[in-house]
């Protein structure tokens, strides 16, 4: 019904740059929220930011100052301007998102998943 698909991810130096894109697509209502996620070697995975449909963000602590997230509704992507790279920033990337869908008369929400693009922070 509903797929993200991210693009962007790659290998970089400390103290780079990177901006990652996700885009969705399919029988699209409306998107609620999108968000990006990682999951590091050996750890869970965690929050990196998230971006409601008013507009408001919010960002995990290691990233605050760093990472900027932005959506284009009329394009129905979501990017994550990654700035100021750590080695510690080194994982695979999540796209997220809520997403109400509309068959008809009836309305649905879904929480669908990006594949995962891979970030690696390397000198």
């Known amino acids: 019904q509903v797929q993200l698909v991210e693009s962007g991810g790659g290998l970089v130096q400390p103290g780079g740059s990177l901006r990652l894109s996700c885009a969705a697509s399919?029988?699209?209502?409306?998107?609620?929220?999108m968000g990006w996620y990682r999951q590091a070697p050996g750890k869970e995975r965690e929050l990196v930011a998230i971006?409601?449909?008013?507009?408001?963000?919010n960002y995990a602590d290691s990233v605050k100052g760093r990472f900027t997230i932005s959506r284009d509704n009329a394009k129905n992507t979501v990017d994550l301007q990654m700035n100021s790279l750590k080695p510690e920033d080194t994982a695979v990337y999540y796209c997220?998102?809520?997403?109400?869908?509309?068959?008809?008369?009836?309305?649905?929400?879904?929480?669908?998943w990006g594949q995962g693009t891979l970030v690696t922070v390397s000198s």
């Open positions: 997220n998102a809520h997403i109400t869908v509309v068959n008809g008369i009836t309305y649905k929400s879904l929480e669908v």
């Open positions: 399919g029988s699209i209502f409306r998107i609620n929220s």
């Open positions: 971006i409601i449909s008013g507009g408001s963000a």
